[in-house]
């Protein structure tokens, strides 16, 4: 009798190459997905409420409805074998809907945390890990008090909805705090204090179905008008602070139980004992500062995520030498035909039919291999 061949056996409650993959949003986050996803012989099926979103180009399948359409939510998630996100601002009964139909991954925690501010850095201090200083600020009256404890300069944040520095306003000594307040439109905000930072770094980790944990290299950020403009790598940190910003992502993804890719962007400041890390914020999904893993790591952050959400092994996070990743943001994009000319440089165009100012439309990375 032949002997029945002995496959590696599939992890337990893992889906299979053949799978559907339900993504909410459109964007060009939801397409790198779903690009990773087709090399892994996943399908792809992506909901969202934009007619022209750039990830319907390469998935198998759109629901183009509101994201409060509970009869469009209900057919989408029997299509298919789980949901995950590219943004954070999923509405939360969106979230409970879903989650009460299919694995929702990562979880609705997650999404409840980073959506707000102040439960985020609450959470994030109850760890013992370091943030700016911060209050709450609901009133006129709260920003007073806010900034007599904490000082000026300060930032003044929405706790909601702020994304590339939107919904945000720097204070200084001697600004009016009605006048402030009010600019924000009432709407509740938090008081961060000014920190003081040599750098900004992400860290990009993943954190499996089955626990396991791995992080990519902490990255140098810079920003230009509150956009991601450049990612670095190496960070120019020292290995025992890399070691610190990994330690930092990894008890944030196993406090929230989270399954896939998490970015949680820091400030390095000078501590008492030397250079440390602030966790600013993170990012329940794959993020803009890890897009130099497409072609500057073992396994691309896309990759990884559709791994962890699939309850796969996860892959290697080694970086493969120097790099720089550089967004393309409005008619930057117009310089393709330069970047396509230049050896060693890769593009990613995103297909968006506009380019509006600050829209971002593509990206460029660079590896120099050591
Ligand atoms: P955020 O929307 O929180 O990511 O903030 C956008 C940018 O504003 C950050 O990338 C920093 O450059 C700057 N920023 C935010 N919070 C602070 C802070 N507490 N102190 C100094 N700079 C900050």
Same mark, same amino acid.
């Given at each position: 009798?032949?002997?029945?061949?002995?496959?590696?056996?599939?992890?337990?409650?893992?889906?299979? +190459? @053949?799978? !559907?993959?339900?993504? $909410?949003? &459109?964007?060009?986050?939801? *397409?790198?997905? %779903?690009? /990773?996803? =087709?090399?892994?012989?996943?399908?792809?099926?992506?909901?969202?409420?934009?007619?022209?979103?750039?990830?319907?180009?390469?998935?198998?399948?759109?629901?183009?409805?509101?994201?409060?359409?509970?009869?469009?939510?209900?057919?989408?998630?029997?299509?298919?074998?789980?949901?995950?996100?590219?943004?954070?601002?999923? +509405? @939360?009964? !969106?979230?409970?809907? $879903?989650? &009460?139909?299919?694995?929702? *991954?990562?979880? %609705?925690? /997650?999404? =409840?945390?980073?959506?707000?501010?102040?439960?985020?850095?609450?959470?994030?201090?109850?760890?013992?890990?370091?943030?700016?200083?911060?209050?709450?600020?609901?009133?006129?009256?709260?920003?007073?008090?806010?900034?007599?404890?904490?000082?000026?300069?300060?930032?003044?944040?929405?706790?909601?909805?702020?994304?590339?520095?939107?919904?945000?306003?720097?204070?200084?000594? &001697?600004?009016?705090?009605?006048?402030?307040? %009010?600019?924000?439109?009432?709407?509740?905000?938090?008081?961060?204090?000014?920190?003081?930072?040599?750098?900004?770094?992400?860290?990009?980790?993943?954190?499996?179905?089955?626990?396991?944990?791995?992080?990519?290299?902490?990255?140098?950020?810079?920003?230009?008008?509150?956009?991601?403009?450049?990612?670095?790598?190496?960070?120019?940190?020292?290995?025992?602070?890399?070691?610190?910003?990994?330690?930092?992502?990894?008890?944030?993804?196993?406090?929230?139980?989270?399954?896939?890719?998490?970015?949680?962007?820091?400030?390095?400041?000078?501590?008492?004992?030397?250079?440390?890390?602030?966790?600013?914020?993170?990012?329940?999904?794959?993020h803009n500062s890890g897009h130099w893993t497409i072609e500057g790591a073992e396994t691309s952050q896309f990759e990884q995520h559709?791994?962890?959400?699939?309850?796969?092994?996860?892959?290697?996070?080694?970086?493969?030498?120097?790099?720089?990743?550089?967004?393309?943001?409005?008619?930057?994009?117009?310089?393709?035909?330069?970047?396509?000319?230049?050896?060693?440089?890769?593009?990613?165009?995103?297909?968006?039919?506009?380019?509006?100012?600050?829209?971002?439309?593509?990206?460029?990375?660079?590896?120099?291999?050591?």
């Open positions: 009798m032949p002997r029945s061949k002995a496959y590696p056996p599939v992890p337990l409650g893992a889906v299979r +190459p @053949g799978a !559907t993959i339900g993504i $909410l949003g &459109g964007g060009q986050l939801g *397409r790198m997905i %779903a690009m /990773a996803a =087709a090399s892994l012989g996943l399908k792809s099926h992506v909901f969202c409420p934009d007619r022209d979103a750039p990830a319907y180009d390469v998935s198998a399948a759109r629901t183009v409805a509101a994201y409060e359409d509970e009869t469009a939510l209900a057919a989408f998630a029997k299509s298919v074998d789980l949901v995950t996100y590219e943004f954070e601002n999923v +509405p @939360g009964p !969106t979230a409970a809907f $879903l989650a &009460g139909r299919v694995p929702l *991954r990562p979880n %609705a925690a /997650a999404l =409840a945390t980073s959506q707000d501010r102040l439960v985020e850095k609450s959470f994030v201090a109850e760890l013992g890990i370091g943030t700016a200083p911060f209050r709450a600020v609901d009133s006129e009256q709260d920003l007073v008090e806010a900034l007599h404890a904490l000082g000026a300069p300060a930032i003044l944040k929405t706790r909601r909805f702020g994304y590339d520095g939107k919904g945000q306003i720097r204070i200084r000594a &001697g600004d009016r705090a009605g006048e402030i307040f %009010a600019h924000l439109g009432g709407a509740p905000a938090i008081l961060e204090g000014f920190v003081k930072f040599s750098k900004e770094i992400s860290v990009i980790a993943a954190r499996g179905a089955d626990g396991a944990f791995a992080a990519y290299d902490p990255c140098l950020n810079e920003h230009r008008h509150g956009i991601l403009h450049r990612t670095t790598l190496p960070a120019g940190i020292s290995d025992a602070l890399a070691a610190r910003a990994a330690g930092a992502a990894r008890r944030i993804a196993e406090a929230l139980d989270y399954i896939g890719v998490i970015a949680v962007e820091m400030f390095v400041v000078e501590g008492e004992g030397g250079e440390e890390v602030l966790v600013n914020e993170m990012a329940p999904r794959v559709v791994r962890a959400v699939c309850g796969w092994p996860l892959g290697a996070t080694a970086a493969r030498g120097r790099i720089e990743m550089v967004n393309l943001i409005g008619d930057e994009i117009e310089t393709w035909p330069a970047i396509l000319a230049e050896p060693g440089a890769h593009l990613h165009h995103y297909g968006k039919a506009r380019a509006r100012p600050g829209r971002k439309m593509g990206h460029v990375t660079r590896v120099m291999r050591e």
